[in-house]
């Protein structure tokens, strides 16, 4: 008599906690539709199922990804015919990349959303298992060129929150031809030897923002592309790496410039650069102009303040050519800290394209510990400086 009564109890209030601590939109758990933890199992189509799912639902949508690890190949999560712009995506599990670096080959990337609109990551790892891969370089064997970790391309609305990425093969995280997109609490690792592991790479994109994050990796912490606007970076802690850096721009004659960049209250340790702005010296069309560097701290940074408008690698494909990329309104405001090297501060402009309008305010970077002074050196660039400015400005 009672049994059933007390069935009908428990019942009840399990559905009360489920309902309570569950998500109120539709949910799709990737252990459901078939995914095995453990990190031996390819999980590929239950992670592609969820998707599917969750794009055919209407009203926000939820796909879950439970403790454990889950082995993926390489999967393209498509919007284009997605009818919902608002999946969440919750992971509190590790992501884990084919350990043999052949699987994933010369691929590209490895996990790609594309067409997208309307998507949060929120939590989880993902381990690009790079390591082979990198030994396979270094030894100077030839190797597949890898994949990049997590990739947006032609996307919009994204939100990546609290993710971690550690290990990529190649980038760990890019963000290509994409429009409002909200990078926070971000980690990434991977060694400071590791080759081409760029931590955050964004291009041709609009509104992104970056806050709160830390890059430590073999490659540029940040790199920024042609036909990047508006993009937001604060409060990040690069080191080891090799800094944040405007470009490599100007490799092709037509190309889109780079406008509104704020790169604010960040700290760079033993990177071989800090705040870089790099050109190509071929000709080229594009630009830098509306950037603005505030409060960094450097600890012991090769090139704390770098314009090199002279990039030529082996001297291949631009030999006695100069740069076409026109850098102008780039201000520096309040830098301080320690430089690995002497020449704390280096504007090396273009001959044919000068910059102009650098402002240098309140800038104190001393060298060898902060045993000797630094010093700045000027090519080609025009601007003013105030405040308290050491090394003495060349401007
Ligand atoms: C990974 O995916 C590719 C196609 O994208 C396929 O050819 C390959 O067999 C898959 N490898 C594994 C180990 O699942
Ligand atoms: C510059 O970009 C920021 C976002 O990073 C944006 O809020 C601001 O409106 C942009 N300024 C202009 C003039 O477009």
Redesign the pocket.
């Known amino acids: 008599m009672l049994k059933p009564i007390i069935a009908f109890l428990i019942v009840s209030i399990l559905s009360l906690v489920f309902f309570h601590s569950s998500y109120a939109g539709s949910s799709y758990n990737v252990v459901s539709l078939g995914a095995k933890a453990g990190g031996e199992t390819d999980t590929t189509q239950a992670f592609l199922k969820a998707w599917a799912r969750a794009c055919a639902s209407v009203g926000s949508a939820m796909i879950y990804v439970p403790p454990g690890k889950y082995l993926l190949n390489r999967s393209v999560f498509d919007g284009k015919d997605c009818r919902n712009n608002d999946i969440k995506i919750r992971i509190d599990g590790t992501l884990m990349a084919p350990s043999d670096y052949r699987v994933l080959g010369s691929s590209d990337y490895w996990l790609r959303f594309q067409d997208v609109n309307g998507v949060s990551i929120y939590g989880g790892t993902l381990d690009g298992q790079g390591s082979s891969l990198w030994d396979c370089k270094t030894s100077g064997k030839s190797c597949p060129t890898g994949a990049k970790s997590l990739t947006f391309e032609s996307s919009k609305n994204i939100v990546i929150n609290g993710l971690s990425s550690i290990n990529s093969q190649l980038f760990h995280i890019v963000i290509d031809n994409c429009r409002n997109v909200n990078m926070r609490g971000v980690k990434i690792a991977a060694s400071g030897d590791s080759p081409n592991t760029d931590g955050i790479h964004v291009e041709s994109s609009m ?1 992104v ?1 970056i806050l709160s994050s830390s890059i430590k990796t073999g490659d540029d912490s940040i790199s920024i592309g042609p036909a990047t606007t ?3 970076i604060q409060n990040v802690e690069c080191g080891p790496g090799h800094g944040i850096s405007i470009g490599s721009l100007g490799k092709s004659f037509n190309e889109v410039g780079v406008q ?1 960049v ?1 790169v604010k209250t960040v700290t760079l340790s033993g990177t071989d650069n800090g705040l870089r702005i790099k050109t190509w010296a071929r000709p080229s069309n594009a630009f830098v102009k509306g950037v603005l560097f505030e409060d960094a701290i450097m600890n012991n940074v090769k090139n704390p303040i770098i314009i090199d408008q002279n990039y030529c690698p082996r001297q291949k494909n631009c030999p006695n050519q100069v740069s076409g990329v026109k850098i102008s309104q780039v201000a520096y405001k309040n830098i301080r800290g320690t430089s690995a090297t002497q020449i704390a501060v280096k504007f090396d402009c273009s001959p044919k394209n000068p910059c102009t309008a650098i402002t240098v305010e309140d800038v104190k970077l001393t060298y060898n510990n902060a045993n000797q002074a630094a010093k700045s050196s000027c090519t080609n660039v025009g601007g003013k400086v105030s405040g308290l400015v050491q090394p003495t400005s060349c401007l």
């Open positions: 509104g923002t508006n993009l937001w509104n704020t």
